[in-house]
């Protein structure tokens, strides 16, 4: 099954791209690389227009839930690409580690 992401992606080649996938593969318990899920989580976070996803505890190594957070814009040229910006992960559920 092919999920339709079109007009959003993930902010592509940037220190913060890099960022997400380290911080991804560093505290998801996961065999699957981060690059397999994008579309998904793209098409959830889209679809339900938030901007941010949830890593429940059962899948993180220190068992505690993980949330990634990201700035959304849009391009001046193209209205209709979304831009998914990673700015950090909530370690705590109290601050933002960026």
Same mark, same amino acid.
């Given at each position: /099954?092919?999920? %339709?992401?079109?007009? =959003? ?5 940037? $220190? %913060?791209?890099?960022?997400?996938? #380290?911080?991804? /593969? ?9 690059? =397999?899920?994008? *579309? $998904?989580?793209?098409?959830?976070? %889209?679809? @339900?227009?938030?901007? @941010?996803? @949830? ?26 690409? @979304? ?5 950090? /992960?909530?370690? *705590?559920? #109290?601050?933002?580690?960026?």
């Amino acid at each position: /099954m092919t999920l %339709n992401v079109e007009g =959003a992606e993930f902010d592509y080649h940037t $220190e %913060n791209s890099e960022k997400l996938t #380290k911080d991804f /593969m560093n505290f998801v318990l996961t065999e699957v690389p981060f690059f =397999a899920l994008q *579309d $998904e989580l793209l098409y959830l976070m %889209n679809k @339900r227009s938030i901007t @941010r996803f @949830r890593i429940p505890s059962y899948m993180t190594v220190d068992s505690k839930d993980h949330i990634f957070h990201f700035e959304l814009r849009t391009v001046e040229e193209n209205k209709q690409l @979304r831009i998914y910006r990673y700015i950090g /992960m909530d370690l *705590d559920k #109290k601050r933002l580690v960026r």
